[in-house]
């Protein structure tokens, strides 16, 4: 049985960071690619970045692209989103989402397994 856990999320301020991380058990991690999603009251789970498999290759959202990182520990089977100069737009329940493939995409459905959500909310 595949599970997705995150942590990490809380309440901070604008300009501050948090890391947030996604461990997983159940499945050869390094096999598929793994992606962070962000979900406001209200509207859809949009994408916010993704990692390959062997991590050679990470694609964001504009929105977060130079303040956001993405990274990926195998031998971890854990997944990591850095997030610097957080915004109070950032405020979000993010959501970690792993495919069944090495190939990262930046559609919601396109993941077949997600974790419960961490909230983070960034006041101003």
């Known amino acids: 049985q595949v599970q997705l856990v995150e942590s990490g999320g809380g309440l901070v301020q604008a300009g501050d960071s948090l890391r947030l991380s996604c461990v997983v058990s159940g499945r050869t991690f390094s096999n598929y690619a793994m992606a962070w999603f962000r979900q406001a009251p209200g509207k859809e789970r949009d994408f916010v970045a993704t990692i390959s498999g062997g991590a050679g290759y990470t694609y964001y959202a504009h929105s977060v692209e130079g303040r956001f990182t993405i990274s990926r520990d195998n031998a971890k089977n854990t997944v990591y989103l850095q997030m610097n100069s957080l915004k109070p737009e950032d405020t979000a329940v993010y959501y970690c989402?792993?495919?069944?493939?090495?190939?990262?995409?930046?559609?919601?459905?396109?993941?077949?397994?997600w974790g419960q959500g961490t909230q983070v909310t960034v006041s101003s």
């Open positions: 989402g792993m495919r069944r493939t090495v190939v990262p995409v930046t559609t919601a459905s396109e993941y077949a397994y």
